[in-house]
Protein backbone atom coordinates (compact mmCIF):
# COMPACT_ATOMS: atom_id res chain seq x y z
CA UNK A 1 0.00 0.00 0.00
CA UNK A 2 1.12 3.51 -0.99
CA UNK A 3 1.79 5.48 2.04
CA UNK A 4 2.44 9.18 2.46
CA UNK A 5 4.25 11.09 4.91
CA UNK A 6 5.35 14.30 5.95
CA UNK A 7 7.89 16.01 7.33
CA UNK A 8 6.63 19.50 8.97
CA UNK A 9 8.69 22.06 10.21
CA UNK A 10 9.17 25.98 9.99
CA UNK A 11 12.95 24.80 8.40
CA UNK A 12 13.89 28.53 9.41
CA UNK A 13 16.94 28.12 8.41
CA UNK A 14 16.51 23.90 6.97
CA UNK A 15 20.37 22.46 8.71
CA UNK A 16 21.78 19.01 8.21
CA UNK A 17 20.17 17.95 11.10
CA UNK A 18 16.84 17.82 8.88
CA UNK A 19 18.29 16.75 5.71
CA UNK A 20 19.59 13.67 7.33
CA UNK A 21 16.11 12.95 8.89
CA UNK A 22 14.55 13.46 5.13
CA UNK A 23 17.10 11.44 3.34
CA UNK A 24 16.20 8.70 5.91
CA UNK A 25 12.84 9.05 5.88
CA UNK A 26 12.88 9.18 1.98
CA UNK A 27 14.22 5.57 2.04
CA UNK A 28 11.34 4.41 4.26
CA UNK A 29 7.99 5.65 2.90
CA UNK A 30 6.85 5.82 -0.46
CA UNK A 31 5.90 9.29 -0.83
CA UNK A 32 7.28 11.72 1.72
CA UNK A 33 6.61 15.41 1.78
CA UNK A 34 8.33 17.90 3.13
CA UNK A 35 7.17 21.18 4.24
CA UNK A 36 9.10 24.22 2.74
CA UNK A 37 12.40 24.46 1.34
CA UNK A 38 14.48 21.65 -0.12
CA UNK A 39 15.04 20.90 -3.71
CA UNK A 40 18.94 21.20 -4.68
CA UNK A 41 19.71 17.75 -2.92
CA UNK A 42 18.79 14.99 -4.81
CA UNK A 43 15.80 13.44 -2.54
CA UNK A 44 13.39 11.94 -3.09
CA UNK A 45 10.72 14.16 -1.18
CA UNK A 46 7.89 16.76 -2.53
CA UNK A 47 8.04 20.11 -0.65
CA UNK A 48 4.63 21.63 -0.35
CA UNK A 49 3.99 24.84 1.63
CA UNK A 50 0.84 25.94 3.37
CA UNK A 51 -0.73 27.95 5.90
CA UNK A 52 -3.71 27.28 8.81
CA UNK A 53 -3.99 24.06 10.20
CA UNK A 54 -1.52 21.03 9.90
CA UNK A 55 -4.59 18.51 10.63
CA UNK A 56 -6.18 19.99 7.72
CA UNK A 57 -3.27 20.04 5.28
CA UNK A 58 -3.06 16.06 6.98
CA UNK A 59 -6.71 15.31 5.48
CA UNK A 60 -6.27 17.27 2.75
CA UNK A 61 -2.89 15.44 1.63
CA UNK A 62 -4.44 12.19 2.49
CA UNK A 63 -1.37 12.35 5.07
CA UNK A 64 -0.26 8.63 6.66
CA UNK A 65 2.27 9.51 8.84
CA UNK A 66 3.65 12.83 10.64
CA UNK A 67 7.34 12.86 10.96
CA UNK A 68 8.88 14.59 13.36
CA UNK A 69 13.04 14.07 14.42
CA UNK A 70 14.13 13.84 18.01
CA UNK A 71 17.08 15.35 18.92
CA UNK A 72 17.88 14.87 22.92
CA UNK A 73 15.81 14.84 26.07
CA UNK A 74 14.82 18.36 25.60
CA UNK A 75 13.13 17.48 22.59
CA UNK A 76 10.78 14.71 23.77
CA UNK A 77 8.36 17.30 25.62
CA UNK A 78 7.11 19.59 22.78
CA UNK A 79 7.03 16.90 20.24
CA UNK A 80 4.93 15.08 22.48
CA UNK A 81 2.42 18.03 23.14
CA UNK A 82 2.36 18.57 19.68
CA UNK A 83 1.32 15.03 18.82
CA UNK A 84 -0.94 14.91 21.55
CA UNK A 85 -2.37 18.39 20.38
CA UNK A 86 -2.54 17.62 16.47
CA UNK A 87 -4.09 13.95 17.50
CA UNK A 88 -6.92 15.40 19.42
CA UNK A 89 -7.63 18.15 16.66
CA UNK A 90 -7.19 15.07 13.97
CA UNK A 91 -9.47 15.28 11.32
CA UNK A 92 -8.42 12.06 9.11
CA UNK A 93 -6.36 9.17 10.69
CA UNK A 94 -2.49 9.42 11.14
CA UNK A 95 0.32 7.87 12.83
CA UNK A 96 3.18 10.23 14.19
CA UNK A 97 6.42 8.21 14.16
CA UNK A 98 10.20 9.88 15.07
CA UNK A 99 13.05 9.55 14.05
CA UNK A 100 16.32 9.87 16.40
CA UNK A 101 18.91 12.61 15.10
CA UNK A 102 22.04 11.20 13.73
CA UNK A 103 24.78 11.33 16.57
CA UNK A 104 26.60 14.03 14.65
CA UNK A 105 23.71 16.48 14.13
CA UNK A 106 22.23 15.76 17.88
CA UNK A 107 23.30 19.49 18.89
CA UNK A 108 22.01 20.96 15.58
CA UNK A 109 19.37 23.24 15.69
CA UNK A 110 17.74 25.97 13.44
CA UNK A 111 18.02 28.90 16.21
CA UNK A 112 21.82 28.03 16.57
CA UNK A 113 22.49 28.22 13.13
CA UNK A 114 20.80 31.85 13.04
CA UNK A 115 23.04 33.06 15.94
CA UNK A 116 25.71 31.74 14.13
CA UNK A 117 25.35 33.65 11.20
CA UNK A 118 24.07 36.78 12.70
CA UNK A 119 27.70 37.05 14.13
CA UNK A 120 29.83 36.28 10.83
CA UNK A 121 30.63 32.12 11.53
CA UNK A 122 30.72 29.91 9.40
CA UNK A 123 28.28 27.93 8.16
CA UNK A 124 29.29 24.77 6.02
CA UNK A 125 29.19 22.50 8.72
CA UNK A 126 25.58 23.19 9.70
CA UNK A 127 23.64 23.72 6.12
CA UNK A 128 23.84 22.68 3.15
CA UNK A 129 26.18 24.92 0.72
CA UNK A 130 22.63 25.81 -1.43
CA UNK A 131 21.27 26.99 1.88
CA UNK A 132 24.54 29.41 3.04
CA UNK A 133 23.81 32.31 0.61
CA UNK A 134 20.00 32.76 1.59
CA UNK A 135 20.81 32.51 5.18
CA UNK A 136 23.37 35.56 4.53
CA UNK A 137 21.89 37.50 2.15
CA UNK A 138 18.51 37.16 4.83
CA UNK A 139 20.88 38.89 7.59
CA UNK A 140 22.37 41.13 5.91
CA UNK A 141 18.64 42.83 4.39
CA UNK A 142 17.18 42.70 7.89
CA UNK A 143 20.97 44.23 9.32
CA UNK A 144 19.88 47.37 6.57
CA UNK A 145 16.57 47.42 7.58
CA UNK A 146 17.45 47.73 11.43
CA UNK A 147 19.90 50.97 10.54
CA UNK A 148 17.70 52.48 7.71
P1 LIG B 1 9.30 23.42 14.33
O1 LIG B 1 9.41 24.77 13.74
O2 LIG B 1 7.99 22.72 14.09
O3 LIG B 1 9.80 23.31 15.76
P2 LIG B 1 11.74 22.63 12.98
O4 LIG B 1 11.73 23.15 11.60
O5 LIG B 1 12.66 23.29 13.95
O6 LIG B 1 10.27 22.50 13.53
O7 LIG B 1 12.07 21.07 12.95
C1 LIG B 1 11.22 20.14 12.34
C2 LIG B 1 11.41 18.79 12.99
O8 LIG B 1 12.79 18.40 12.87
C3 LIG B 1 11.10 18.74 14.47
O9 LIG B 1 10.54 17.48 14.75
C4 LIG B 1 12.48 18.85 15.13
O10 LIG B 1 12.51 18.22 16.39
C5 LIG B 1 13.34 18.08 14.13
N1 LIG B 1 14.76 18.48 14.13
C6 LIG B 1 15.27 19.72 14.22
N2 LIG B 1 16.63 19.70 14.17
C7 LIG B 1 16.99 18.39 14.07
C8 LIG B 1 18.24 17.70 14.00
N3 LIG B 1 19.42 18.35 14.09
N4 LIG B 1 18.22 16.35 13.88
C9 LIG B 1 17.04 15.69 13.84
N5 LIG B 1 15.82 16.28 13.91
C10 LIG B 1 15.79 17.61 14.03
Known amino acids: ?44 AKVKVFDGLLVDFIKNEKIDILLRGLRAVSDYEYELQFTLTNETLAKSEFETIFLSA ?10 LVKEIAINGGELDKFVPECIEGIITRKINESKKQMIG
Open 102 to 111: SREYLYLSSS
Open 1 to 44: MNKIALYPGSFDPITKGHLNIIKRASHLFDNLIVEEVLKAEKID
